[in-house]
């Protein structure tokens, strides 16, 4: 692991034994890239993005919690994109490299806390190397009432033509992409395999019950401040979710497991 930046923010980067490295900011702790052993990199960050802390950043592997897009009260996505989370532990293990990063409720900007005064504990792990990155998420209920959230984890996966891509898994036929498409996938079997001129990726997830499938097509793009005009060719959004929202009681833990792989 070696402190780095990312635009303005404070990042680390992650070295595998095969050649793999990953950036992950803690802002968000945000994964940002993952590039395999021989450079190419799999996630897709817009060149409009603020990279800043002023806003989330447009791309990579935003951490949707504990409220998805506008269904509720707080900001969208939830808090846990736009916070600044602490690393707490990186290594080398089963030939990948990991970082571990957490977010509590004490860790939050004032106004975000009192937004949702639950005490919680969030731990994010990621893990990298050339055939495989993992991800876990991890909530916990340190207070003393139960409390209700959602949580993804949004992944931008870089293709080469948005009109190439075939998703297998979330529809009963393989779904492929002529315009805007914004749909939550709710009960999905937990295997999704995403075909591109990238090549072929499983998407495997546990504990994430649901999956959202997005890409803006042209007209949302243009509309969307940190997205250039063409970008939306160049992304496909799917995201391993419990839309739920779901319930934690006191002293309880969610885990939620997303692997992508070579398929
Ligand atoms: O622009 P953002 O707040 O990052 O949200 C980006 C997108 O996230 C999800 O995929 C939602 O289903 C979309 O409705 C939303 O537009």
Redesign the pocket.
């Known amino acids: 692991m070696t402190n780095t930046e990312y635009g303005h923010l404070p990042a680390v980067r992650l070295s595998a034994p095969d050649g793999a490295q990953a950036t992950i900011t803690l802002f968000g702790a945000h994964l940002v890239s993952w590039k395999g052993a021989q450079g190419h990199e799999r996630l897709f960050v817009s060149a409009k993005s603020a990279l800043d802390g002023s806003a ?1 950043i ?1 791309g990579g592997v ?1 951490v ?1 919690f504990p409220q ?3 269904r509720g009260p707080l900001i ?2 939830g808090f846990a ?1 736009v916070s600044n989370w602490r690393m707490t532990a990186s290594g080398i293990e089963d030939g990948a490299a990991f970082a571990l990063f957490e977010l509590n409720q004490s860790d939050l900007a004032p106004e975000l806390a009192a937004a949702w005064p639950h005490a919680f504990a969030l731990a994010l792990r990621v893990a990298v190397r050339d055939s495989e990155l993992a991800m876990s998420l991890e909530v916990r209920n340190d207070g003393a009432q139960a409390f209700p959230f959602a949580a ?1 984890l ?1 992944t931008y996966h870089l293709v080469d033509d948005i009109a190439a891509v075939r998703i297998i898994g979330v529809e009963p036929a393989a779904l492929t992409f002529t315009g805007k498409h ?3 996938y709710e009960g999905i079997a937990g295997t999704v395999f995403l075909e591109s001129g990238a090549g072929k990726l499983k998407l495997e997830q546990k504990g994430f019950t649901d999956a ?3 890409n ?1 097509w042209a007209a ?1 793009a243009a509309a ?1 401040p ?1 997205m250039g005009d063409d970008e939306y060719r160049r992304f496909v ?1 799917i ?1 391993p979710a419990r839309l739920g929202p779901a319930t934690l009681d006191p002293c309880a833990v969610w885990r939620g497991e997303y692997r992508v792989t070579p398929a």
């Open positions: 989330a447009r935003p949707v998805f897009a506008e969208k996505h994109r993804a949004h914004d749909q939550p959202v499938v997005w803006p949302d969307i940190d959004c995201e």
